[in-house]
């Protein structure tokens, strides 16, 4: 789109947008197509040749136990990121909103992890469940009588660094979640109570399906953090283990380009990662205009 | 409210309270573990009475970590890619809705398709951009034969090597961050919904492009700009996979990568107290950022999604 009355310039245009293009094209297009190319060649424990391969990289990489296994562990700490922080945000949210009273006071205290850095985040909560000097491993313990072992035990690990991940995320939550309930007319909600719904009642017929845009769109972008902005989070906690039971697929591409200095491996799995996220995009963008918009 | 609900209003603010002891309890008992002295924060369970050791240990934490240096290098990348991104996009956005040229639609589209490729998905080759710029132009030059016809020319022999490492330097951490297709998609919309009578009485006025720019278009995107200082400079100061692909220097590390130097191993002396202590030092800029310009955050949040 453009305006109706516009200016019209020779070279004004052009040098506008260059600085933007220029980076663009620099640092997204160029290692995009590096990483394309690079994916479909093998080079020699040297680096000096590499060889065309074909889909070489790419079965291989299909075929590899490790990254079926990545793949599996990407998508169980995606949906429980997602649904723990999504289920406390919308919660803390609904509560918010009924608490009218204490409503600015309540979002000064609840915004502020948005701007902890992941990495940190991973540090606190790596104290808090810290084997021998966490409360709150002590109150597993304790309490709930088991053996905690995030060192040794995936599982525990994966507890680990999914509660580190989701409770930063349940502030972004909870403030687009209020956004999303403040914009529900007050006249639905109250016609709904003079015909003696109950708050409940209110909550799951109204308020929770004119919420589904918000809900929807939360979704994407809580797995999209939790696929690639969780790096700090596991770099810190957990480096991927025990056992490789919290390698995440951008882990391992860290791991496998950077440190182990696979490329052919790293470029596949770069490429993967990218079609991936493609894909969410253009679902996202598809879903979102078309199925669930109710309110105007 | 609509109706009186008096069990259910007292359960609300309980719940309230609760979530709001929940979210903010990593960070309290971690200011608490701050306080303590080894021997103390060593103890299982941790008193929860603060102790009084909270400067000795932020002292400690500072020259150890050397958080001096690498909070201001977090600073000073947070602040560029900031500025850097705000610019570049703005400028990107007035030419797009406001000219009218050839290349318009694809310079657009160019733009638009980098929105969801954020720099995890390609690792490895943006390093290698980064560890020479000039890369890409050197690949063409070769592509193309240059050096032969250049040689040819002269009657010399000619070698053309580019070469700019962006690695260990504040470029290196900021510019390949800087572009954003958010940014621009925002200015945009919001350039779209400027009305139309204020350019053509500019025009009428014999304003230039950039007069109008600089005198209607920029005060007017004032909130927005604002809206989008805070979000990115959050963004930026926490950046952690770009800063630790790119700096080996530990003068030019930034912070936030910095404490995993802190956090004490299986074999250390168990330092909590100093580690959570730097953690706390470090996320305050951003957390006081995001703290005192609330309202521009939850504005540039809801709007930079829409």
Known sequence: ?296 | MVERTPLLDIFTYLFLMAGILIVGFPIIYSLIAATQTLEDVSKVPMPLIPGDQFWVNMQEAWSRGDLGTQIMNSFIMATGITMGKITISILGAFSIVYFDYRFRAVAFASVFCTLMLPVEVRIMPTYEVAANVLGPLQALWDFLHLNAVVSWFTANEFELALDWSLLDSYTGLILPLIASATCTFLFRQFFLTVPEELCEAAKMDGASPMTFFRKILLPLSKTNIAALVVIEFVYGYNQYLWPLLITTNPKMTTAVIGLQNLIPQADDLPEWNLALGAAILVMLPPVLVVLFMQRWFVKGLIEKEK
């Open chain 1, 1 to 296: 789109m453009i305006k109706r009355s516009f200016f019209k310039s020779k070279y004004i245009p052009y040098l506008l947008i260059l600085p933007q293009l220029l980076i663009t094209l620099t640092f997204f297009y160029w290692p995009a197509i590096q990483g394309l190319i690079q994916s479909f060649l093998l080079s020699d424990p040297f680096g000096r040749r590499s060889t065309f391969v074909w889909f070489y990289n790419y079965i291989e990489l299909f075929t590899d136990p490790l990254y079926l296994k990545s793949i599996m562990i990407t998508l169980i700490f995606s949906v429980l990121v997602a649904g723990v922080s999504l289920f406390l945000g919308l919660f803390i949210a609904t509560m918010a909103n009924r608490a009218l009273k204490a409503k600015a006071v309540v979002r000064t205290l609840l915004i502020w992890p948005y701007a902890v850095a992941p990495a940190i985040s991973g540090i606190l909560w790596l104290f808090l469940l810290h084997p021998s000097y966490g409360i709150v491993a002590l109150g597993i313990k304790n309490w709930l009588g088991i053996d905690w072992n995030p060192v040794l035990k995936g599982s525990d690990a994966m507890i680990m660094v999914t509660l580190a991940s989701a409770w930063k995320q349940i502030s972004y939550n909870f403030v687009f979640f209020v956004a999303g309930m403040q914009a529900i007319p007050k006249s639905l909600i109250e016609a709904a109570a003079i015909d003696g719904a109950s708050p409940l009642r209110r909550f799951w017929s109204i308020t929770f399906p004119l919420l589904s845009p918000t809900f929807f769109f939360l979704s994407v972008m809580n797995i999209i953090y939790s696929f690639f902005e969780t790096f700090g989070i596991i770099h810190t906690v957990t480096q991927g283990g025990p056992g490789g039971s919290t390698n995440i697929m951008v882990y391992k591409v860290y791991q496998d380009g950077f440190v182990g200095l696979n490329m052919g491996a790293s470029s596949a799995q770069s490429v993967v990662l990218m079609s991936l996220i493609i894909l969410i995009t253009v679902i996202q963008f598809k879903f979102v205009e078309k199925k669930v918009q109710y309110t105007g």
